[in-house]
């Protein structure tokens, strides 16, 4: 996501038919999420081929332990990937995910309405709102737990007996639960509020954000108005 120097799409010369849009993720901030998504999602399908009765035909072979081992490693690279192509995206996206103001304690009361898709009169909201970094906190947390205990379960077998074994497998599948109970969330989120374009083009309609990111808009139009 992005803050400083945001660029904003202007209509074409004169023509008031063309929306104005802002930028919200550059291009190095959607390359990571796409490294991310898709290593998460060869993560999932692998291991439940892996653990899942119903699916275990499909993991004949080793492949699927393969793919799994894979993607295990692209899912570590992601944040190394994120401090390289946009470190200054990668620090406001931790910090700010755990970081909570007054507004942010408002829209959580009336986060039920926001379920529902009515954003219009919610509490203020910056870049993120206050679900968006419950969810990016909630992945930052799973993400290490998951990665640690799979590295336990990947290179540790030998020396952590049953006790140990269960203990690390327990973690790794109580994180990769949450992860999907999270990505569950995020995809209805994405889907309802129509917030596909800002992974893919990187642009949103200002008039949206406008409505779900007031003080975010506020402060891109602030900085404009300073480097005008
Ligand atoms: C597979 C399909 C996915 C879709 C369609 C999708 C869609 C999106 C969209 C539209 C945003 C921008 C929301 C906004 O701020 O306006 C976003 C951000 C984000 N998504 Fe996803 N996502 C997907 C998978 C995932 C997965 C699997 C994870 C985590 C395991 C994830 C974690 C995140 C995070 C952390 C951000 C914030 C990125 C940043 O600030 O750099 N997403 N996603």
């Not at 295990?72 to 946009?86: E, G, K, T």
């Not at 103001?101 to 408002?106: A, C, T, V």
């Not at 269960?166 to 990505?183: E, K, P, Q, R, Y």
Request: net charge positive; aromatic share 10%.
């Amino acid at each position: 996501m992005t803050t400083a120097n945001p660029v904003m799409k202007q209509p074409a010369g004169h023509e008031r038919t063309e929306e104005e849009k802002l930028l919200r993720y550059r291009v190095g901030q959607r390359i990571v999420h796409a490294v991310l998504a898709t290593s998460f999602l060869m993560l999932l399908f692998t291991g439940l081929m892996i653990l899942w009765q119903p699916l275990t035909q499909w993991a004949r072979d080793g492949l699927s332990g393969t793919i799994h081992r894979i993607g295990a490693v692209l899912f570590m690279l992601v944040p190394i990937l994120y401090l390289v192509v946009d470190r200054r995206g990668a620090k406001e996206l931790l910090v700010e995910s755990f970081t909570y103001d007054k507004d942010d304690i408002e829209w959580f009361k009336h986060a039920g309405r926001y379920f529902l898709g009515r954003a219009v009169g919610m509490p203020p909201q910056g870049r993120l709102n206050a679900g968006q970094k419950l969810h990016h906190a909630g992945v930052v947390i799973a993400s290490a737990t998951v990665v640690f205990s799979g590295l336990f379960l990947w290179f540790g077998k030998g020396n952590l007996g049953p006790n140990g074994l269960a203990l690390a497998a327990s973690i790794h599948g109580i994180s990769m639960l949450a992860l999907t109970v999270l990505l569950v969330g995020h995809l209805y989120f994405t889907f309802v509020y129509k917030a596909l374009s800002a992974m893919t083009t990187g642009y949103v309609s200002k008039e949206d954000a406008a409505i779900e990111h007031p003080k975010w808009v506020e402060k891109i139009e602030h900085q404009q108005v300073g480097s005008d």
